[in-house]
């Protein structure tokens, strides 16, 4: 089944506890990009990745790492954690670069930080 | 700057009756518009875009460059349809690359 799938799917930790989030999808995308979903500000880019070795930064990328190693993996590092980044988060997938591709989403990843 | 707005939070209609979601966007080229919703407990997912003018699950949407609008209709509303829905905007951005642009959101409640 294409699909993007990521992993832990729910997560509690503590400030400054470095984590990872894994994304991997299986549909051969080359575009992946990281979202976080917060209450009244809907979804905010924090990373995105045009293909392998390729990553730029989103509108609120502070806090995180990303890397492409891969073309089906698209891991976000939390060197740090702190509160403000108790969030749900999203990846997405599309065949190239946005445009009239459509973006497949992850079931999230809800972390909570204190 | 590119920019979505969705007015409205919270929207609760009943069922059977018209629905309007509002969107609207700032862009200075000529924009890609989506409508994705995210269902209770599901992930979200692509419903329309404008270069298809298409129909999904009853819904349309017309981009309309003069109000700079975007606004996600059906005529008769029901129970299924309720589900967080996101208007985005595919654009250039400040670093040049062109991504996916979401507004913050409405949640459509349909009431028996």
């Known amino acids: 089944e294409a699909q993007v799938t990521q992993n832990p799917r729910y997560l509690i930790t503590v400030t400054g506890k470095k984590l990872t989030v894994t994304c991997s999808q299986n549909m051969n995308h080359e575009y992946m990009s990281w979202y976080r979903q917060d209450p009244g500000l809907g979804l905010r880019q924090i990373y995105y990745?045009?293909?392998?070795?390729?990553?730029d930064k989103g509108d609120v990328p502070e806090g995180y790492k990303v890397s492409r190693k891969e073309k089906r993996n698209f891991p976000l590092i939390l060197e740090s954690p702190s509160p403000n980044q108790t969030s749900l988060y999203f990846c997405?997938?599309?065949?190239?670069?946005?445009?009239?591709?459509?973006?497949?989403f992850g079931p999230g990843t809800r972390l909570t930080v204190t | 700057a590119q920019r979505v707005t969705q007015p409205e939070k919270l929207l609760s209609v009943f069922k059977g009756a018209p629905v309007e979601l509002k969107c609207n966007y700032s862009y200075s080229g000529s924009p890609e518009l989506f409508w994705y919703v995210q269902y209770s407990r599901q992930r979200l997912q692509l419903l329309l875009r404008h270069i298809s003018r298409e129909s999904i699950k009853g819904f349309t949407a017309d981009l309309n460059k003069g109000e700079t609008s975007f606004h996600l209709k059906k005529p008769f509303a029901q129970e299924e349809d309720s589900a967080m829905y996101y208007c985005?905007?595919?654009?250039?951005?400040?670093?040049?690359?062109?991504?996916?642009?979401f507004g913050t959101g409405t949640r459509l409640t349909v009431i028996p």
């Open positions: 990745s045009m293909n392998v070795e390729v990553t």
């Open positions: 985005a905007l595919s654009g250039r951005g400040e670093t040049g690359a062109n991504n996916l642009f």
């Open positions: 997405a997938s599309s065949l190239l670069a946005v445009g009239s591709y459509e973006q497949y």
